[in-house]
């Protein structure tokens, strides 16, 4: 079998199970296993791919079959230019969040002194780590309630040579955070499903999100209250 036919019955596999785009995530599976670029696939469609190498991509296919993320299959997502970890013990980020890390290390660059951010429900850290990165004089805090959470991101920040960048923090809210009350800037990707919708959402999301970072309450504002009401003192 060559990696352009293994692609054909991949996409084929897939379209059957109902993953929502077929095609790209054959590419995606097949560059993971080959550990080749996606644009190296066309490149290299002739060429021969090795029967185990074959029987990882069926066994990834078959997760997906049970509607598995893919990025949990393949155990990493990008974000903002580098690979962050991922698992079920935080929400998968979305492309869309890249839109709110920049907007937050846009803010804070240029600022003179000591200043000092809190991403508020770190999950995987990458909102704090991308702003590490991209704002290396900054003090960078992060928080969350799950300990799961916290050593993914702290894991994250380990591979990404990040570690002692960010300080975590661990605990359910603003009270968590032993003494350090005062930031220039306090980002946050919040819950906000209400919670009877959850069960109506994808099964990639219900099934493997864990359920602590989707749900926000009866109308899905509940984070957001405590926001409001907390984060101005």
């Known amino acids: 079998m ?10 084929r596999r ?3 199970v109902g993953a929502p785009e077929p095609g790209p995530e054959a590419e995606w599976i097949a560059a993971h296993v080959l550990s080749l670029p996606r644009t190296m696939l066309v490149v290299r469609a002739g060429q021969a791919v090795d029967p185990p190498l074959w029987e990882a991509m069926l066994r990834f296919a078959e997760r997906r079959g049970r509607r598995e993320p893919l990025q949990h299959i393949l155990g990493s997502v990008p974000f903002c230019g580098v690979e962050i970890n991922v698992s079920p013990a935080a929400l998968v980020p979305r492309p869309e969040t890249e839109l709110l890390a920049e907007a937050a290390w846009t803010w804070l660059t240029g600022r003179s002194g000591e200043v000092s951010v809190l991403d508020f429900g770190t999950g995987s850290g990458c909102i704090a780590l991308a702003i590490a990165r991209e704002c290396p004089s900054v003090e960078v805090h992060a928080l969350d309630r799950s300990r799961l959470a916290l050593e993914l991101a702290r894991r994250n920040a380990r591979e990404l040579g990040l570690d002692g960048r960010v300080l975590f923090h661990e605990g359910d809210g603003f009270k968590a955070l032993a003494g350090k009350a005062c930031f220039d800037l306090i980002v946050s990707n919040p819950p906000y499903i209400p919670a009877e919708e959850i069960r ?3 099964p990639e999301v219900r099934d493997y999100d864990p359920r602590i970072a989707l749900d926000g309450g009866p109308d899905g504002l509940a984070f957001y209250r405590q926001l409001a009401a907390e984060a101005p003192r």
């Open 14 to 16: 897939l379209d059957l």
């Open 200 to 202: 109506m959402l994808m």
């Open 2 to 11: 060559t990696i352009g036919e293994a692609l054909r019955d991949l996409k």
